[in-house]
T-cell receptor, first 112, second 116 residues
Framework: GNSVTQMEGPVTLSEEAFLTINCTYTATGYPSLFWYVQYPGEGLQLLLK?????DKGSNKGFEATYRKETTSFHLEKGSVQVSDSAVYFC???????????FGKGTRLHILP | DGGITQSPKYLFRKEGQNVTLSCEQNLNHDAMYWYRQDPGQGLRLIYYSHIVNDFQKGDIAEGYSVSREKKESFPLTVTSAQKNPTAFYLC???????????????FGQGTRLTVV
């Protein structure tokens, strides 16, 4: 079946540190891959996405590259800010299935 | 502006009561979803619908019911059969897989339900 595995949290970093949150997937066919962010007390919002192998999604300084050979979609940011503190969800969708497959989420704390 | 709206933001339920959470979207999306989120936890799928008058159970449907009489609306009822309903409930919508399987979901702001 389809599944997403992302690193356990919480992740705590100092401001301006480099961030990586790992995400790997298992899917039949060729999935589309997403990162969503959830700020405290709010719903999820799309951070970035990639729809085919080797695509790089980017937004607000965050990047993730769709790696088919390693079935990965790791989220990176070169210099995090306190305002990046949130929960990050990796997700996938596949053709012919309306379900969205989410990872369990990774809570990120950025210290000033 | 197009979007998805959940109401109320906060809801309190007495033991043994049914309560209904509202979810409305004006994005012209056919697919709609309800998720439950417990503190520090991920999302668990309750129900989803890909077309009016049709819906499917998700992973934790017991104690919940839904209807999809209009494309724009997908209300969730938390029944008295749900023994531990205190949680954060999120509604989402997107194009169906047939319309755009590579498109993202849009989420409401959530409803926090507390049993008192």
């Amino acid at each position: 079946g389809n599944s997403v595995t992302q690193m356990e949290g919480p992740v705590t970093l100092s401001e301006e540190a480099f961030l990586t949150i790992n995400c790997t997937y298992t899917a039949t066919g060729y999935p589309s891959l997403f990162w969503y962010v959830q700020y405290p007390g709010e719903g999820l919002q799309l951070l970035l996405k990639a729809t085919k192998a080797d695509d790089k999604g980017s937004n607000k300084g965050f990047e993730a590259t769709y790696r088919k050979e390693t079935t990965s979609f790791h989220l990176e940011k070169g210099s995090v800010q306190v305002s990046d503190s949130a929960v990050y969800f990796c997700a996938l969708t596949v053709n012919r299935d309306d379900k969205i497959i989410f990872g369990k989420g990774t809570r990120l704390h950025i210290l000033p | 502006d197009g979007g998805i709206t959940q109401s109320p933001k906060y809801l309190f339920r007495k033991e043994g009561q049914n309560v209904t959470l509202s979810c409305e979207q004006n994005l012209n999306h056919d697919a709609m979803y309800w998720y439950r989120q417990d503190p520090g936890q991920g999302l668990r799928l309750i129900y989803y619908s890909h077309i009016v008058n049709d819906f499917q159970k998700g992973d934790i449907a017991e104690g919940y019911s839904v209807s999809r009489e209009k494309k724009e609306s997908f209300p969730l009822t938390v029944t008295s059969a749900q023994k531990n309903p205190t949680a954060f409930y999120l509604c989402a919508s997107r194009l169906t897989a047939g319309q755009g399987w590579d498109t993202e979901a849009f989420f409401g702001q959530g409803t926090r339900l507390t049993v008192v």
